[in-house]
Each structure stands twice: as C-alpha cells, then as structure tokens.
Nanobody, 119 residues
Framework: QVQLVESGGGLVQAGGSLRLSCAAS????????MAWYRQAPGKQRDLVAH???????NYADSVKGRFTFSRANAENTVILQMDRLKPEDTAVYYC?????????????WGQGTQVTVSS
C-alpha cells in the first residue's frame, strides 16, 4: 500500500520561509511525475510546481522565483522550499506522485498540510 506523507506546514509571517517535504512509502513502482498542489478555502486545487521524469521543473507564475521544488537524497522524497511567502500563499498544500506499476499508471496524493501566512 502506497502512502505519501507530508510534513513541514505551519504558520509564518509574510516574508518568511517554510520547507515542505513529502515521502512516498510502499511499492510505488516507477515514478513518472511529482507535483505540489494547493487549495485555498473556497477555491479549486491549483498546481504549484511539477517535476517530470525527464527532470524538467515547472512552476506556477505566482510562485516563480520564490518556491523551489527539488528531490531529496532519500528515494521518492521531494521538497518544496517556500521563500518570501505572501498571505495569498495560504492554503492546504498537497503532494502528488504519478507512477507506473503492473502496466498501469497510478495517481497518489498526500493528506495535505496547512500553510498559513500572516500579514
């Protein structure tokens, strides 16, 4: 059974930083893509950053230059470093993995971690 476990959310003042991590456990298979999404109250879930298997990283325009999405040294673990945070970054952040296993593409989501940025 595959699980994505997130950590690192919390409350921070505007201009501050937070570091989110997401670790996949279980037999996930071959990971083809990893991403972070966020969902603010009353809004849809939006893509924040995305890494494809080829290594290209893409960011939403709203976070470019402030957020960095990277792989950690541990296998199937990713990091979202968030700097110069703004109140509008307040949301529940979810990690996402897509993986091939037994000839099928599977999608996995973390449980979500709250990020609150005060003004």
């Amino acid at each position: 059974q595959v699980q994505l476990v997130e950590s690192g959310g919390g409350l921070v003042q505007a201009g501050g930083s937070l570091r989110l991590s997401c670790a996949a456990s279980g037999s996930i298979g071959s990971v083809t893509a990893m991403a972070w999404y966020r969902q603010a109250p009353g809004k849809q879930r939006d893509l924040v950053a995305h890494i494809q298997s080829g290594g290209n990283t893409n960011y939403a325009d709203s976070v470019k230059g402030r957020f960095t999405f990277s792989r950690a040294n541990a296998e199937n673990t990713v990091i979202l470093q968030m700097d110069r945070l703004k109140p509008e970054d307040t949301a529940v952040y979810y990690c996402y993995f897509a993986a091939l296993a037994a000839g099928m593409l599977h999608a996995y989501w973390g449980q979500g971690t709250q990020v609150t940025v005060s003004s």
